[in-house]
C-alpha cells in the first residue's frame, strides 16, 4: 500500500465515521507521520507550531481515526491499522469502480448533498473544501507576526480573499494577538458623507471589537484635522492600552474607493500607521491586513489604485491538482466522472477560477447535472454561471470603451495587443489575461459567452 492508498482508506474511514473529509492540517499530520518526520520536523514544512500539531490537531486525529478504524492507532502504528483496513475490505476501497462503470452515467455517487458547501461567500476555517495555494498562505502566516505589518489581498471577486483573510486572523489569534475584522459593506451610507464621520465611526468601531470606551471627543481636535485626530486616537488610547500585537483586518475596501475624498485621505493614513512602526515602537503592536476586490477599477479613475506598499497579495486560479483534490473532497472522482480526460475539460472551461470550479463540483456532487451537461450549457443564460457572467456584462454595458476592447479579444484567434489602460482595467476585472503586451480571454467561458453578446460593441 502507498501513501495515495493509504489516504483514501483513511479519508473513507472519517467520512464513514464523521461524515467528514480529512482536513488539510490533519493531511499534513498522516503524510508527516508516513514519511517517520517528528511533529518538529512537520511544524518546519507546514508553518503550524510543532506543538500545535501534536497536542491539538494530532491528538484529536488519531482518536478520530481509531474511532473510524474500529481499533486503537497512533502515530507509531497507523500504517498497520490502514493496510489491515486496505487488505481485507477490498470492496470498500475509494474509487474503486464495478466491473463495466465505463458504459455507465458519467457520474460517481456523492456524499449527501447535506454534507456539501453551497460556494457561497467565504470558507470557513473548518470546512474541508478550502484550497490552499502555497506558497500564498505560509507567506502571509510569516508576515504577520512582523512588527508594524502590513498585507494587502487583491483579485476580482470571488477569488478566495476573505477566506484567506479568516487564516490569517485564526494564525494571529494562536500567537496569541487580538483580532478585529472590519467589513466596509456593513456601514451605512451615512458613515461616507465626509471624512471626518467615516474616521471617527472607523475609530469607535475598533473600539467596540476591543472592548475599549469609545472617548473620541478627548482626542479629537478641530483644528488638528480629522487625519492626524484618529492617529492620535489610535496611538494614545487604543494601543497604549493593548498588551499583545493587534491585527487590524479591512475586508471589501474596495467600498472606499466609491469616495474618492475619503479614500485618498484614508488610505494614506493606513500607509504612514505601518512607516511609523520603523520609527516609533509603540506602532510595531499594529499589523494591518487590507483586502480589495480589483473590479471596482473598471469604474474608477486609474490613478485612484490603493497603495501598493507591504506584502502585496495577488491570488491565483486552481491547478489541475488542485481541482482533482478539491473533487475528491467532494467524493468526486475524475476518472469516474469522464474517464482518462478527468477535469481537464472543466478546467478548459473556467480557467481555473476558484469559484467557478467550486461551483461547479457541488453541482456535479449533488447529482443534478453532469459535466457534459454543465459545460454544454455553461456559456449560456441558463448555465449555473449566468448570474456571475451577467454581472461582468452589466459593467461592461456601463463602460462601452472596455466591451469594445473585450470584444476585439474574444473574436481574435490570437492574442491581441490593447490600450494600456483599457488591459490594466479587463485584467482586473479577470476578464483577460495578458502575455507581455497581448491579450488572450481568461478562459473559454468568457470567450464563448462575450462573443454572442457584445455584438457591435465598440
Avoid at 500545535?52 to 478504524?69: D, E, N, P
Avoid at 488610505?267 to 510595531?284: F, G
Avoid at 474608477?300 to 475528491?328: C, M, W, Y
Wanted: proline share 5%; charged share 25%.
Amino acid at each position: 500500500m502507498n501513501f495515495e492508498e493509504a489516504v483514501k482508506v483513511a479519508d473513507a474511514a472519517v467520512w464513514a465515521s464523521e461524515g467528514r473529509h480529512i482536513t488539510d492540517v490533519e493531511m499534513a499530520i498522516l503524510r508527516g507521520s508516513w514519511e517517520n518526520q517528528t511533529y518538529e520536523e512537520m511544524a518546519e514544512i507546514t508553518e503550524y507550531a510543532a506543538n500545535y500539531l501534536q497536542r491539538t490537531v494530532g491528538h484529536k486525529f488519531w482518536k478520530t481515526l481509531s474511532k473510524a478504524l474500529g481499533e486503537e492507532v497512533s502515530k507509531t502504528n497507523f500504517r498497520t491499522a490502514l493496510e489491515r483496513k486496505w487488505r481485507y475490505a477490498p470492496n470498500q476501497r475509494p474509487g474503486r469502480l464495478r466491473s463495466g462503470a465505463g458504459t455507465q452515467p458519467l457520474r460517481q455517487k456523492a456524499p449527501p448533498a447535506a454534507k456539501l458547501e453551497f460556494p457561497e461567500g467565504p470558507v470557513a476555517v473548518d470546512s474541508p473544501f478550502y484550497v490552499g495555494r502555497t506558497p500564498i498562505e505560509s507567506e502571509c502566516y510569516e508576515a504577520i507576526v512582523g512588527a508594524g505589518a502590513l498585507i494587502c489581498i487583491k483579485s476580482p471577486k470571488q477569488m478566495g480573499k476573505t477566506s484567506l483573510l479568516y487564516r490569517i486572523l485564526e494564525r494571529a489569534k494562536k500567537q496569541g494577538y487580538q483580532t478585529v475584522r472590519l467589513n466596509l459593506l456593513q456601514a451605512e451610507k451615512a458613515v461616507f458623507s465626509n471624512l471626518d464621520k467615516f474616521l471617527r465611526w472607523f475609530s469607535s468601531y475598533v473600539s467596540q471589537k476591543l472592548d475599549i470606551p469609545a472617548q473620541l471627543n478627548d482626542y479629537w481636535d478641530e483644528d488638528r484635522g480629522s487625519i492626524l485626530s484618529c492617529t492620535t486616537y489610535f496611538e494614545a488610547h487604543i494601543l497604549e492600552q493593548i498588551d499583545s500585537p493587534l491585527v487590524l483586518a479591512l475586508d471589501e475596501v474596495d467600498r472606499v474607493f466609491q469616495y474618492p475624498e475619503i479614500a485618498e485621505e484614508f488610505l494614506p493614513m493606513l500607509r504612514s500607521w505601518h512607516e511609523e512602526a520603523k520609527n516609533r515602537e509603540i506602532w510595531e503592536k499594529l499589523r494591518l491586513v487590507v483586502v480589495h476586490s480589483t473590479e471596482y477599477y473598471g469604474k474608477l479613475d486609474i490613478h485612484q489604485s490603493p497603495f501598493n506598499v507591504g506584502l502585496p497579495v495577488k491570488l491565483t486560479d486552481f491547478t489541475l491538482e488542485q481541482v482533482e483534490n478539491l473533487a475528491r473532497r467532494h467524493g468526486l472522482d475524475g476518472a469516474a466522472l469522464v474517464g482518462e480526460k478527468g477535469f481537464a475539460p472543466l478546467l478548459e472551461m473556467v480557467g481555473g477560477h476558484p469559484y467557478l470550479v467550486r461551483l461547479a463540483l457541488y453541482h456535479l456532487a449533488d447529482g443534478s447535472v453532469t459535466l457534459g451537461q454543465l459545460l454544454q450549457d455553461a456559456p449560456t443564460d441558463a448555465g449555473i454561471y449566468s448570474e456571475h457572467l451577467r454581472r461582468h456584462l452589466v459593467t461592461l454595458k456601463e463602460h462601452p470603451e472596455l466591451a469594445g476592447a473585450l470584444k476585439q479579444v474574444v473574436t481574435s484567434t490570437a492574442p491581441v495587443r490593447l490600450e494600456t489602460i483599457q488591459a490594466y482595467k479587463l485584467d482586473a476585472m479577470g476578464l483577460i489575461k495578458r502575455q507581455g503586451n497581448q491579450s488572450g480571454p481568461r478562459c473559454e467561458l468568457y470567450r464563448q459567452y462575450f462573443w454572442e453578446r457584445l455584438g457591435d460593441a465598440g
